[in-house]
């Protein structure tokens, strides 16, 4: 689990889980009042993804536990 390729793979789940948590809180502010770049909730968007990144990241590690080290639950080899 403690390896480059396990947190590098782990790394790029969080990064994508932030970023579709991020679009999801830009999604949620349209509708609700039609989205404004300056008048977004920034602290909100960010607190979004730095919370699904954190969950991510945490079952990332869950998964490695429960398999071969591997940070995803379906097999997967992980290149070095």
């Not at 602290?43 to 954190?54: D, E, H, M, N």
């Amino acid at each position: 689990m403690f390896t480059k390729a396990f947190w590098k793979a782990a790394g790029e789940r969080a990064a994508k889980t932030a970023a579709q948590v991020a679009l999801l809180k830009f999604g949620a502010d349209s509708i609700a009042a039609g989205f404004d770049v300056l008048a977004a909730d920034w602290i909100g968007v960010g607190s979004f993804a730095l919370g699904g990144a954190v969950l991510s990241a945490l079952s990332s590690i869950v998964s490695a536990k429960a398999t071969d080290g591997s940070p995803s639950l379906a097999t997967e080899t992980l290149a070095e």
